[in-house]
């Protein structure tokens, strides 16, 4: 475009003249800003630290949402020490809980509208000792399940299939979920794998760590009928079961956003047994509620800035015969199932403050009324804080929810998994697999989520 300035012939003066006098015509002054910045002015006036009106808070980034699709890669260790999970069909027989969970899953993957891509392998070893990822149709595999595994297929060291798995999928960007009974059976001429089995373990998911992958590990017992291949083979070396319950696994490992997918979306109705490795959140949405009925604060309570639609700064004035107390709202919508309950939450969740004294009170789940209450229904969590004391003049009060690792992993754990009517719903060593898993995320971060809510303390 020419930047020449026209001038008009008839005026005698220049065009942008003409315009700045229509300009000072009218009242004020107006500056070309862009959509954002002309949403986002605000003013601010002097008043007194009550009446002082500042920038409205800025709401805490969303988690990431959890992908609409995913591509899966289903793994199924096809073991002799698995047939047990999978008898031969007969019409006055039941399904297994194993046959029940696969048949939904694999249908799931193979029909539902959160799968993109899909891929079925049956897992085993070569005469070579081998890793070997059989990759076969859907129909190969649920006929396996229904059916029954056939041939004499020697274990797989569990480091070898995880690493195999692994391996393959992230070649693809997909996820990788392993389905086995997780019993190490090491090489017979490596016993010492044992000894060194959350090492392994680690080594085996090491392209986990180096490319930001996370672990959801889901555990569930089934009546189990054939021969039971334990780890400790002293007294016996296989023991024949008639319906005992023997646990078995579903890993998936891939991208957070993918694995809650895969978890919320297409296995849906999980187990009681869940934990999560690896998942971190950079923010969850938070608020101070200091006007719902419900939530009635105690004492001098009030949020800093009035204008606030969220409210993540406080005024307080604790005194000694009335301490201050109020709630704080959160949304862990995204958080997976097992880290939203009530009971997982009063274990866990941690308070740290500066410049005071504060303790937790009770910690509420958002029922019916919170969740068409206005003002809270956003909210799907509520934790009281108490507050007795301020040493300083500002400082801040933060809920931590730290990486733990969920108590049934030491209850479904033991050292002699011979026999397993003594004993039931035990893998041998399991807490060693999953301190394996939890060496991947050592330098990674602490909290699961961190919210923190600032204040000030009120000297009127």
């Avoid at 700064?313 to 959160?330: H, R």
């Avoid at 931590?400 to 992993?409: D, F, G």
Wanted: include cysteine; charge should be neutral; glycine fraction near 6%.
């Amino acid at each position: 475009m020419n930047s020449k300035i026209y001038k008009a012939p008839f005026l005698g003066t220049t065009l942008p003249l003409l315009c700045l006098g229509l300009a000072l015509m009218t009242t004020g002054c107006f500056e070309k800003k862009g959509a954002r910045e002309e949403t986002e002015t605000t003013t601010t006036e002097k008043a007194s630290s009550r009446d002082q009106k500042e920038p409205s808070a800025i709401t805490p980034e969303p988690a990431p949402v959890a992908n609409a699709k995913v591509d899966v890669d289903i793994y199924l260790e096809v073991s002799n020490g698995m047939k047990g999970f999978m008898p031969p069909p007969a019409a006055d027989k039941e399904p297994t809980t194993f046959q029940n969970r696969l048949t939904k899953l694999i249908s799931e993957v193979q029909d539902g509208v959160h799968v993109d891509d899909k891929r079925f392998y049956l897992a085993k070893q070569d005469n070579a000792g081998k890793p070997v990822l059989d990759s076969v149709s859907y129909n190969t595999l649920k006929l396996t399940i229904v059916s029954g595994i056939k041939d004499n297929v020697l274990g797989t060291p569990l480091p070898d299939m995880l690493k195999a798995a692994l391996t393959n999928s992230t070649k693809r960007g997909a996820l990788s979920v392993v389905i086995s009974d997780f019993i190490h059976g090491p090489d017979p001429n490596n016993p010492g794998q044992f000894l060194s089995l959350d090492a392994d373990i680690r080594s085996s998911l090491k392209q986990a760590e180096h490319e930001n992958l996370v672990v959801a590990v889901l555990a569930e017992a089934s009546p189990f009928y054939g021969n039971y291949y334990p780890a400790v083979k002293k007294p016996a070396v296989k023991q024949t079961l008639s319906g005992q319950e023997i646990p078995f696994y579903i890993w998936i490992v891939g991208k957070q956003a993918d694995v809650q997918t895969f978890t919320n979306k297409v296995l849906r109705n999980l187990p009681a047994q869940q934990a999560y490795f690896g998942f971190s959140y950079a923010s969850v949405p938070y608020s101070a509620v200091l006007k719902a009925t419900a939530f009635k604060p105690m004492g001098v309570v009030y949020c800093t800035s009035r204008t606030a639609e969220t409210c993540t700064t406080v005024n307080l004035a604790p005194e000694n015969k009335e301490p201050v107390e109020f709630t704080i709202g959160l949304d862990l919508s995204n958080l997976p199932a097992t880290m939203q309950s009530a009971d997982y939450l009063k274990q866990n969740l941690k308070l740290a403050i500066t410049g005071g004294k504060a303790s937790l009170g009770t910690i509420l789940v958002a029922n019916e009324d919170t969740k068409s209450a206005p003002g809270v229904s956003q909210f799907t969590h509520f934790v009281r804080v108490k507050v007795p004391q301020l040493t300083a003049s500002t400082g801040s009060i933060t809920l931590n929810l730290p990486q733990a690792v969920p108590t049934w992993i030491s209850q479904w754990s033991t050292g002699n998994d011979n026999n397993p009517a003594s004993a039931p719903r035990k893998t041998y060593q399991f807490n060693k697999i999953i301190d394996g898993v939890q060496a991947l995320y050592r330098d990674k971060s602490e909290f699961v989520f961190s919210a923190t809510m600032k204040f000030n303390k009120e000297t009127n």
